[in-house]
């Protein structure tokens, strides 16, 4: 059983266009975290989530909106897609804050 | 926040021990040090983590110094499945927040 799982895994859409990218974690984890991977692959922290409860906001643009519903789920959704959005998004999840984190697999997300 | 630095690249000949060396020499008595891997394509995986004292699971071990300035990573016998960026990162307060470098992308050569 995959322990943090991420839906889709690839994604193809055009310019404007609104997506969202759905995260479950099945480890009982408290915090959740979402990452981005550019295409010079270096990985910075977007948004992180603990007990559904917004803890870290980087400089994100606000078209970014990450939703948790509960405490095994961290949906990003992105409005008004623009070609720099074009990037791997990595899921996360660790048992509290300040502990190991365990990544997901991964979304490829590729706007034209 | 505590800084790391790594070398960008290594090799390491296929069954011998691969040593990582990394740089921390801001950190805080109270922070650990963890490494993480991320190989082609997948998302990166935690390997280890440690405080003060050397630590050792079965994928790897961490050597720190005394002084807790630096440490090292050593995979003990590296295969070609090994090859991969290794990260080590000091997360930031008490968020937690990883913080990753460049890292060091280590080659496995047969």
């Known amino acids: 059983d995959t322990a943090v799982s991420q839906t889709p895994k690839y994604l193809v859409t055009q310019m404007g266009n609104d997506k969202s990218i759905k995260c479950e974690q099945n480890?009982?984890?408290?915090?959740m975290y979402w990452y981005k991977q550019d295409s010079k692959k270096f990985l910075k922290i977007m948004f992180s989530?603990?007990?559904?409860?917004?803890?870290i906001n980087e400089t994100v643009p606000n078209r970014f909106s990450p939703k948790s519903p509960d405490k095994a789920h961290l949906n990003l959704h992105i409005n008004s897609l623009e070609l720099g959005d074009s990037a791997v998004y990595f899921c996360a999840s660790s048992p509290r804050t300040a502990s190991t984190i365990y990544f997901g697999e991964g979304s490829w997300l590729t706007v034209v | 926040d505590a800084k790391t630095t790594q070398p960008t690249s290594m090799d390491c000949a296929e069954g011998r021990a691969a040593n990582l060396p990394c740089n921390h020499s801001?950190?805080?008595?109270?922070?650990?040090v963890y490494w993480y891997r991320q190989i082609h394509s997948q998302g990166p995986q935690y390997i280890i983590h440690g405080l003060k004292n050397n630590e050792t699971n079965e994928m790897a071990s961490l050597i720190i110094t005394e002084d807790r300035k630096s440490s090292t990573l050593i995979l003990p016998h590296a295969t070609l499945r090994d090859t991969a960026v290794y990260y080590c990162?000091?997360?930031?307060?008490?968020?937690?927040?990883?913080?990753f470098g460049q890292g060091t992308t280590l080659q496995v050569k047969p």
């Open positions: 801001t950190i805080s008595g109270n922070e650990y």
């Open positions: 990162i000091v997360p930031s307060g008490n968020t937690g927040k990883l913080i």
């Open positions: 480890l009982g984890h408290d915090t």
């Open positions: 989530y603990n007990n559904k409860e917004l803890i």
